[in-house]
């Protein structure tokens, strides 16, 4: 079965620090979020991505948030200069039209 | 503000038990919602769907009412293995973002 791919399962990185995280959604899917769930909270979504360009964003995906689909298949979440609170595990989904999203299995994000 | 509740639990049952889940939502224009399923530090997991008429997947029995903004998951004869949390989610969005409910445990015993 077709899987999406994170890269790296953990990063660890110092506070104000930029940090890139990587995904490979299932490929003939077309649309890309990501989300993030602090420890011991609920799953929040961040931002939906369609067609090269944002289609929606919550409150949490200020500016020090980009998304970008670099290429074919990488998706990829940047944090410009990370803080504190951002620690959380990131979750990137994809899923084709009217169809559930598929979610990867997570980058675990450690902010020092 | 948009919001899906669950109670947190946790649900302790036997193996055998049947066990009830149930949700409710504040968005009355969503119109999917899902069951997912999520182990200890996983990704969350589609464990289906949910249609007003009802469905079924074996053990799995989902529910929604629209009337009551109410969405319900039945699993019948549990197993250890179904021992994880449950997530209601609904659509938020027009561009499909999820919220997410923060979960019920479940935790089945021998």
């Known amino acids: 079965e077709p899987e999406v791919t994170q890269t790296p399962s953990h990063q660890v990185t110092q506070m104000g620090q930029e940090v890139i995280l990587r995904c490979v959604p299932i490929?003939?899917?077309?649309?890309f979020y990501w989300y993030r769930q602090i420890l011991g909270q609920k799953v929040e979504f961040l931002v939906s991505?369609?067609?090269?360009?944002?289609?929606?964003k919550s409150e949490i995906f200020d500016d020090q948030f980009s998304v970008e689909r670099p290429d074919g298949s990488n998706f990829t979440l940047k944090i410009r200069s990370t803080k504190l609170e951002d620690s959380a595990m990131y979750f990137c989904?994809?899923?084709?039209?009217?169809?559930?999203?598929?979610f990867g299995d997570g980058t675990r994000l450690s902010i020092l | 503000r948009k919001e899906v509740e669950q109670d947190p639990g946790p649900f302790n049952v036997p193996e055998g038990a049947t066990v009830a889940f149930n949700c409710t939502y504040s968005?009355?224009?969503?119109?999917?919602f899902f069951w997912y399923r999520q182990d200890c530090r996983k990704e969350p997991k589609l464990l289906m769907s949910?249609?007003?008429s009802g469905n079924e997947d074996g053990r799995f029995t989902a529910q929604l009412n629209r009337a009551s903004q109410y969405i319900s998951l039945l699993i019948r004869d549990s197993k250890l293995s179904d021992s994880a949390t449950y997530l209601c989610?609904?659509?938020?969005?027009?561009?499909?973002?999820?919220?997410f409910g923060k979960g019920t445990k479940l935790s089945v015993k021998p």
């Open positions: 949910v249609y007003s």
């Open positions: 968005n009355s224009a969503s119109q999917s």
């Open positions: 991505f369609y067609n090269n360009e944002i289609s929606e």
């Open positions: 989610v609904a659509y938020g969005g027009s561009q499909g973002n999820l919220i």
């Open positions: 490929s003939n899917h077309l649309y």
């Open positions: 989904a994809s899923s084709a039209d009217n169809q559930p999203q598929h």
